[in-house]
């Protein structure tokens, strides 16, 4: 897709990358870019490389032994890939909002504040500040503002999302990637962090990955489709799902609405 005018450079190039885990290709010479101000949504069967492609976005895949890639990805015109990327940065600058979503084993302030304070936030009150204004814009303040010094533990699924996505906005990140951000989450719940991921979407270059095509045909603007691996079709949304341009983008999407 042509820039758009007001955000004219991309936010994230995926430059002809490709990985393998032991050998065996996960994603296949992926061309793609990413804009701020822009929900791009990936859709997919089970393994065509959705979770692979967040993950490769803040580097997770240093974890994994026999992970190998090729290509560049670009963040603000910086190749990440490159060995003296400094992770913890990397990943405050891209956050993750993985599945399952999890709580820390510790009050729902420190789920947050302990992040900033590993960052080298000192100051108590920037911390109180970061922390509530966090929770507000993941829409959580209202609910847990009188128990920020209860443990995050026994917080219901949909609460435990908007706490993982509190802990990266704390960051104040430049993207953020959410995998199944539907997954564990009823209808209502759902539909309110839709309207999260609406309201926050100037800010920040979204990803997400999802299992749910409807959610992808609502909640994005540009939408993509992988199979194994590949990168088959990526287009503004409507028309990727009205018209799409390839026979197999047709065949996925009747298949599954
Ligand atoms: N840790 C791993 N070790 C080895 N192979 C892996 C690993 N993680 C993923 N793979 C393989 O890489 C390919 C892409 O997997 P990936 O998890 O990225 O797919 P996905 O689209 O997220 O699938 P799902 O919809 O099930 O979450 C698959 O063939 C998968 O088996
Ligand atoms: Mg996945």
Same mark, same amino acid.
């Given at each position: 897709?042509?820039?758009?005018?007001?955000?004219?450079?991309?936010?994230?190039?995926?430059?002809?990358?490709?990985?393998?885990?032991?050998?065996?290709?996960?994603?296949?010479?992926?061309?793609?870019?990413?804009?701020?101000?822009?929900?791009?949504?990936?859709?997919?069967?089970?393994?065509?490389?959705?979770?692979?492609?967040?993950?490769?976005?803040?580097?997770?895949?240093?974890?994994?032994?026999?992970?190998?890639?090729?290509?560049?990805?670009?963040?603000?015109?910086?190749?990440?890939?490159?060995?003296?990327?400094?992770?913890?940065?990397?990943?405050?600058?891209?956050?993750?909002?993985?599945?399952?979503?999890?709580?820390?084993?510790?009050?729902?302030?420190?789920?947050?504040?302990?992040?900033?304070?590993?960052?080298?936030?000192?100051?108590?009150?920037?911390?109180?500040?970061?922390?509530?204004?966090?929770?507000?814009?993941?829409?959580?303040?209202?609910?847990?503002?009188?128990?920020?010094?209860?443990?995050?533990?026994?917080?219901?699924?949909?609460?435990?999302?908007?706490?993982?996505? +509190? %802990? &990266?906005?704390?960051?104040?990140?430049?993207? *953020?990637?959410?995998?199944?951000? =539907?997954? !564990?989450?009823?209808?209502?719940?759902?539909?309110?962090?839709?309207?999260?991921?609406?309201?926050?979407?100037?800010?920040?270059?979204?990803?997400?990955?999802?299992?749910?095509?409807?959610?992808? +045909? %609502? &909640?994005?603007?540009?939408?993509?489709?992988? *199979?194994?691996?590949?990168?088959? =079709?990526? !287009?503004?949304?409507?028309?990727?799902?009205?018209?799409?341009?390839?026979?197999?983008?047709?065949?996925?999407?009747?298949?599954?609405?």
């Amino acid at each position: 897709m042509n820039p758009s005018p007001t955000h004219p450079h991309p936010k994230i190039v995926f430059d002809q990358f490709s990985a393998w885990y032991q050998n065996s290709p996960a994603l296949e010479n992926i061309n793609l870019q990413m804009f701020t101000g822009e929900r791009l949504a990936i859709i997919g069967p089970a393994g065509s490389g959705k979770t692979t492609l967040l993950h490769s976005l803040n580097r997770l895949f240093d974890l994994e032994s026999g992970f190998r890639h090729q290509g560049q990805i670009l963040l603000s015109g910086q190749n990440i890939l490159e060995p003296e990327v400094d992770l913890a940065d990397l990943r405050r600058r891209v956050g993750l909002i993985g599945t399952p979503a999890t709580a820390l084993p510790v009050s729902i302030f420190e789920n947050i504040a302990i992040g900033l304070r590993m960052a080298g936030e000192r100051h108590r009150e920037r911390i109180y500040e970061r922390v509530e204004s966090s929770l507000k814009e993941s829409r959580l303040w209202d609910e847990v503002k009188h128990q920020l010094d209860q443990t995050a533990q026994h917080l219901p699924i949909g609460l435990v999302k908007r706490l993982s996505l +509190a %802990r &990266a906005l704390a960051f104040e990140p430049e993207v *953020l990637l959410f995998d199944e951000p =539907e997954s !564990g989450l009823d209808n209502i719940t759902a539909t309110l962090f839709e309207d999260i991921l609406r309201d926050i979407t100037p800010k920040y270059a979204i990803v997400f990955a999802t299992n749910d095509i409807k959610l992808a +045909a %609502r &909640a994005s603007d540009r939408t993509a489709l992988f *199979l194994k691996g590949a990168l088959v =079709e990526c !287009g503004p949304t409507r028309r990727f799902f009205t018209q799409p341009a390839q026979a197999a983008t047709h065949d996925f999407i009747t298949e599954r609405f």
